[in-house]
């Protein structure tokens, strides 16, 4: 409806109006870039959370994946432990965007967090097809990341789903780059009643009721 463009699409308006993957969140895609480039924190999580506040996303969406791979890199940045350049944490951005897509999460089963995850050790490690232990490092996170995730489903909680990606992430950020990052604070869901689909309510770690 804003470009004119013409794709294959699964989710559209029940008033038939469709948004491009190119239009889709364009503005936020850009607020939520610049907050990884800026904000300060250690803390994955919580940057994670300072985001979905600050940040008019929707309650399920792909910008929860955009949001999961700047809160980790920044995270990692601000550690001091590994130098990350602002141009790494933008193209771990552009390559999650490529694969984080409205609707598939149940149409192929791979949330877009994981592979926002798998980006952020990719541009770390160099991660590419002809290389070794790098790609096969961040094909495990990315592994690990989906199946942590898919324990979380019924229905899908794109918010849950950062949640849990992050707090694993830390784990394995220690295990594969020696990173030591905080990864603790309770977290008190406000978002249950958004739910299009109906909350998991008790089935959530993060519900209180």
Not at 66 to 89: R, Y
Not at 190 to 196: A, E, I, N
Request: charged residues 15%; glycine residues 10%; proline residues 4%.
């Amino acid at each position: 409806m804003y470009c004119g463009q013409n794709e294959i699409g699964y989710v559209y308006c029940p008033n038939g109006h469709y948004v491009c993957h190119d239009c889709h969140g364009k503005d936020i895609y850009e607020q939520i870039l610049d907050m990884a480039l800026t904000l300060q924190g250690t803390n994955p999580l919580k940057l994670a959370e300072t985001m979905m506040k600050a940040v008019p996303i929707p309650m399920l969406g792909c910008e929860h994946a955009w949001i999961t791979a700047g809160a980790l890199l920044a995270a990692m940045k601000n550690s001091g432990e590994i130098s990350i350049t602002d141009s790494q944490i933008a193209e771990a951005l552009i390559r999650t965007k490529k694969q984080a897509i409205g609707a598939f999460c149940g149409l192929t089963g791979i949330c877009g967090i994981a592979p926002a995850i798998g980006a952020c050790f990719s541009v770390i490690l160099g991660a590419a097809c002809p290389k070794d232990q790098e790609t096969a490092t961040t094909m495990s996170v990315v592994s690990q990341v989906i199946s942590a995730i898919g324990k979380q489903t019924g229905p899908c909680c794109c918010k849950n789903f950062v949640r849990t990606a992050l707090t694993l992430s830390c784990k394995l950020v220690q295990e594969h780059l020696k990173i030591a990052l905080p990864c603790y604070v309770e977290l008190v869901c406000g978002d249950s009643s958004r739910h299009p689909h109906g909350c998991r309510k008790e089935k959530c770690h993060y519900y209180r009721g």
